[in-house]
């Protein structure tokens, strides 16, 4: 076990009804006014934004209102709202929604402080040396940006998705109430839990130093996945199952399964960051086609910790059984496995390796994952 320093400053508050608190929140740490970024109309619709305005006026809190921001989120409309929080001066950013519009805001509290083109500082132009201070309410558990610092944007121009990272972007409070999250689809629930999966095997499956406690707390949060969305796809309005999972979400990434662990990459989303950015596929969907097409080729290079999740996840006895036990549950809730369902053939591989030539490249994955390993993880996947 290697050594480290572990240190998370979000304060995250969770349960029901918490959402009721960001008033208080923000007052607490003296913000007077918020860029109040949020996806769909939804918000509006469902009462959430109304409570969210009650709570924020109550502490004579002013808003500006920044919709619209998408799934698998955009540069531009990351510059839109910095010129909208310069504009109006704003003293912190608000998120109300999922991990895109978090990493929005994120993106745009870091490129408010930044005197030059916020993409500056995904290509490592600049670094991140400030931002406004950040705030979430979540209505959905999948990427853990609610408590880790960072944030992924695709360039449409040069389709590129890139992260920033820093001190400087977790998030001062996030507020998590799974009630918010009973009305996600059945997809997207699907995609959440491949998503929650990916972050937590990244490390377990590349590290090569992993301590045995690492390796079960990725196997609790894996295993817990599993079953919530299991018992969610029977039964949606299970709170408990809601909170279980919101809460393995939150854990996979927010640091603590990565304590004490070193010489680890991230190449599934290096190869998911392709297909999003040239297909704007949804991000989950497009892990639960890379992953098991990755651990096919991967497994070899470590049998035992393959094995083990074969033996600790599914009760299987061999690497080539995890890997089918994994593809199959991802089959069996709805999420795809092959290129083919996400619209992508063989003809568009040329195009795909071509972009994941630059994203190894900035995940500094090259050495390992050249053009011809690559075309051969895809074409497991089609």
Request: hydrophobic fraction near 45%; aromatic fraction near 8%; charge should be negative.
């Amino acid at each position: 076990m290697d050594s480290f320093t572990f240190h998370n400053p979000t304060r995250l508050d969770f349960g029901t009804g918490k959402e009721r608190l960001i008033g208080q929140h923000l007052a607490e740490h003296g913000v007077r006014s918020v860029l109040l970024c949020f996806g769909s109309e939804r918000i509006k619709r469902d009462g959430l934004f109304d409570t969210v305005r009650q709570s924020l006026e109550e502490r004579g809190i002013g808003f500006v209102e920044f919709g619209g921001i998408v799934s698998n989120p955009v540069i531009s409309k990351v510059r839109e709202g910095v010129a909208l929080a310069r504009a109006h001066g704003v003293d912190a950013v608000l998120a109300v929604g999922g991990g895109s519009v978090l990493d929005s805001a994120k993106a745009i509290a870091a490129g408010v402080r930044h005197d030059g083109d916020v993409w500056d500082l995904f290509i490592g132009r600049a670094p991140v040396a400030s931002a406004l201070p950040i705030f979430a309410i979540l209505t959905l558990a999948a990427t853990g940006s609610e408590m880790n610092p960072g944030a992924v944007v695709t360039n449409e121009a040069t389709k590129e998705k890139f992260a920033i990272q820093s001190p400087h972007t977790f998030p001062t409070v996030s507020i998590v109430n799974p009630a918010l999250m009973q009305t996600v689809t059945r997809d997207y629930l699907a995609y959440s839990a491949a998503d929650i999966i990916a972050h937590s095997i990244e490390g377990y499956f590349t590290a090569t130093v992993q301590p045995a406690f690492s390796s079960r707390l990725v196997e609790a949060i894996v295993n817990t996945v599993i079953e919530t969305t299991e018992t969610l796809m029977e039964h949606p309005a299970d709170l408990d199952a809601r909170a279980q999972f919101a809460w393995a979400s939150t854990q996979a990434l927010n640091g603590l399964t990565y304590a004490g662990t070193s010489g680890f990459g991230y190449p599934n989303h290096m190869i998911e960051h392709a297909l999003s950015a040239l297909f704007n596929v949804p991000h989950g969907a497009g892990l639960s086609v890379v992953m098991p097409a990755w651990m096919k080729w991967y497994h070899g290079r470590n049998p035992a910790q393959f094995t083990r999740f074969a033996r600790e996840v599914f009760g299987r006895d061999t690497p080539e059984q995890g890997i089918a036990a994994l593809e199959a549950w991802f089959e069996r809730i709805g999420t795809p496995t092959r290129l083919s369902q996400l619209g992508i053939t063989a003809a568009d591989l040329p195009a795909l390796l071509d972009n994941l030539e630059g994203n190894a490249r900035w995940f500094g994955l090259a050495e390992t994952y050249s053009r011809e390993v690559l075309e051969t993880i895809l074409k497991k996947a089609l």
